[in-house]
């Protein structure tokens, strides 16, 4: 539940939990007040490079701010394609912490009623609906690829490896996180766990002491991912990132394309031509030139899923960080480029498999303007 706090002076505060989903509602309510007494609530990053304030006049004794937009708001230089594939554990871009005062007058200054903190999170959650449990992935090994997870010093990580539990068990070796909370938003990269040229089927990976969130309460508890080897080397791979701010990938065939060729603008050169005339075998009878952008659309498709998969797929058709994978660069690092998803309606059949198919808009291409 969310997490509450009462004033010596008899005002209480009740406010979300450590660790919150940046665009679920984020409500602070302070109750107990006098008619006469004016809120401030503040939300800003540990660093101070961003602040946000915000005031209120109570309505029979009460406040209640929505603090949402300013969590959003920590995010705007956020980089979330920049991720860092060379280590076995890495800082996922999509956390920031927020420190939120709630104060009120005191003479000619402020006094602080309630300070926290916020460990907020690049996404959503609805009710009935959970950070835990086990997630069912395809791991392509021939991409790169990473699982989101929680996890503070000490977090241990069991793997199976094709239903036999390995030997090892990794251990989170990162300091604890500093924020509302000590657990850290981690990618893991399980290429530098295992090598899975050695698996034949799946790895599996628990985290039984994880960070969960559902409806609205924080827990410790079991987040795992049953990885599923494929070796498939060429087709579109794709990176996105889902409601939940997880990051993930999957490798597409294209079974189409559509180019749009389309006038930017247009404009009269001021040519001195003779327009019935051929100058040095060139006929210009008029002076309108364009200013031509060239669109392409790829079709893309993934061949008789099961349910949890098309699931999983349709993430992405409501994703609006998707990334394309272009290759390696001279030092071995992936390369990566933004490509939209093109808006439309997915029908699910009651059928256990079925194709999904989904269309991505590559960035438009000019042509030359003179």
């Not at 100058?279 to 002076?287: A, H, L, Q, R, S």
Request: aromatic content about 10%; proline content about 4%.
């Amino acid at each position: 539940m969310s997490r509450t706090f009462t004033h010596s002076s008899g005002v209480k505060i009740e406010y979300p939990n450590a660790t919150h989903f940046a665009f679920v509602p984020a409500i602070v309510q302070v109750s107990g007040l006098s008619s006469a007494d004016k809120l401030t609530l503040t939300v800003s990053e540990p660093s101070g490079s961003k602040m946000y304030r915000e005031e209120r006049e109570p309505n029979g004794g009460a406040v209640s701010f929505d603090m949402r937009r300013y969590l959003q708001l920590l995010f705007a230089d956020t980089q979330h394609s920049r991720l860092n594939y060379c280590s076995l554990f890495a800082q996922s871009p999509l956390e920031r912490t927020a420190q939120i005062n709630v104060t009120w007058p005191a003479g000619s200054s402020m006094q602080a009623i309630h300070t926290f903190d916020v460990d907020a999170i690049w996404g959503a959650i609805s009710a009935r609906e959970s950070s835990g449990g086990i997630l069912r992935r395809r791991w392509f090994v021939r991409y790169p690829f990473t699982v989101d997870l929680f996890a503070r010093s000490g977090t241990s990580f069991d793997i199976e490896v094709d239903g036999k539990r390995s030997d090892i068990v990794y251990y989170c070796h990162e300091a604890d996180a500093t924020g509302a909370t000590a657990y850290h938003r981690c990618l893991m990269n399980p290429a530098k766990a295992i090598d899975p040229a050695t698996v034949d089927r799946t790895v599996h990976i628990a985290v039984p002491h994880s960070l969960v969130l559902k409806n609205d309460e924080e827990a410790v508890g079991l987040v795992a991912y049953t990885l599923d080897i494929d070796r498939s080397a060429s087709g579109v791979y794709l990176r996105w990132i889902d409601r939940q701010g997880r990051y993930c990938y999957y490798l597409f065939r294209e079974v189409g394309s559509a180019t749009t060729v389309t006038a930017a603008s247009t404009w009269e050169r001021n040519e001195m031509v003779v327009p019935t005339a051929y100058v040095n075998g060139v006929n210009v009878e008029t002076p309108v030139r364009q200013s031509l952008a060239r669109k392409k659309t790829r079709s893309l498709g993934a061949k008789l899923v099961d349910s949890e998969t098309y699931d999983f797929l349709l993430t992405l058709a409501q994703s609006v960080v998707v990334d394309l994978f272009d290759g390696y660069d001279m030092r071995d690092e992936p390369l990566w480029h933004r490509v939209n998803v093109v808006p439309g309606s997915y029908e699910r059949t009651p059928k256990r498999y079925q194709d999904f198919m989904i269309s991505i808009e590559e960035p438009a291409q000019s042509a030359q303007t003179l």
